[in-house]
């Protein structure tokens, strides 16, 4: 799988998102449920929201320019806060055909085939998502993260809309099938805020994670024996991307030949842990 690349992901995920569309759509057609009703509005969400992730990757991956001097790579951010909000807009529109079907029950129809053909697109996004995962993690790319886990939100809504439609089928209890409905929009909103914070913690500038911190100061304690130390250490990412910058204290007698040959050492090897340094060299008794 690593020969895979984000956008060749993203294109497999658009192309799975059409495949789910038209299967969950039959189920609805099939059987008049609302619930099945509400996993198909989803899978809508999903190719917006990889469309618009595949425009985003292909964004951040240009190369820096004169207006960007540091890159695209926040663009993927974008993708996250409007897939998020597709997830808002699918989660109203299931809300307002549940609460009309809650108040008006209808019974279902040819429910195994609904069934049948509802749990093999769940099936493909289950494939596809832990594709995204293993793609978007190999790349850092937050764009095919957070598809990928929009598309296990998918698959756990399809697995809930089954268990509530059969329990309304076996029962005839119809009114469970808007219930479940409404309790699968409530976990869109969830997956939606939960995309969006991604988003604007990226967009804020968040930190990077303890364990990325932990490599950069590993690599940086090992040049203290050099004669130098480091302090005030920032980071944050962007996209795939990761920065840091960082005081690098020498003695006050060095020369600037010097102290910028040991800060070239130290960004070259914070750079092989895939990580771009700047170093603000100090001497040691500056204040």
Request: charged share 20%; glycine share 6%; net charge negative.
């Amino acid at each position: 799988m690593q020969t895979i690349t984000p956008r060749q992901a993203l294109l497999l995920s658009i192309g799975a998102a059409l495949a789910t569309i038209a299967l969950k759509s039959a189920a609805w057609w099939l059987t008049g449920s609302v619930g099945f009703l509400s996993d198909a509005l989803e899978s809508l969400v999903n190719i917006a929201g990889a469309t618009f992730a595949l425009l985003m990757v292909s964004l951040a991956q240009m190369p820096p320019d004169a207006e960007h001097p540091f890159g695209h790579g926040k663009a993927e951010y974008f993708s996250a806060a409007f897939e998020g909000m597709l997830i808002f807009v699918a989660a109203l529109a299931i809300l307002v055909a549940s609460a009309e079907r809650l108040i008006n029950p209808r019974p279902l129809n040819a429910l195994g085939w609904g069934t049948t053909l509802s749990v093999l697109a769940s099936l493909l996004n289950f494939a596809v998502a832990r594709l995204l995962f293993r793609v978007g993690r190999a790349h850092r790319s937050m764009a095919l993260e957070a598809d990928a886990r929009h598309l296990m939100a998918d698959v756990w809504t399809t697995a809930a809309v089954v268990v509530g439609v059969g329990l309304a089928w076996v029962s005839g209890r119809y009114w469970l099938d808007p219930v479940v409905a409404i309790a699968v929009a409530l976990n869109i909103l969830r997956e939606g805020w939960h995309l969006m914070r991604r988003s604007v913690d990226g967009l804020m500038d968040r930190a990077l994670d303890d364990e990325e911190i932990a490599r950069i100061e590993a690599v940086l304690a090992s040049f203290r024996p050099r004669g130098c130390h480091f302090d005030n250490l920032r980071t944050r990412a962007a996209g795939a991307m990761r920065f840091a910058l960082v005081d690098m204290r020498v003695p006050g007698h060095w020369s600037v030949e010097q102290a910028h040959d040991l800060a070239d050492e130290v960004e070259d090897a914070v750079l092989r842990a895939g990580i771009t340094l700047d170093t603000h060299v100090e001497p040691i008794d500056s204040d």
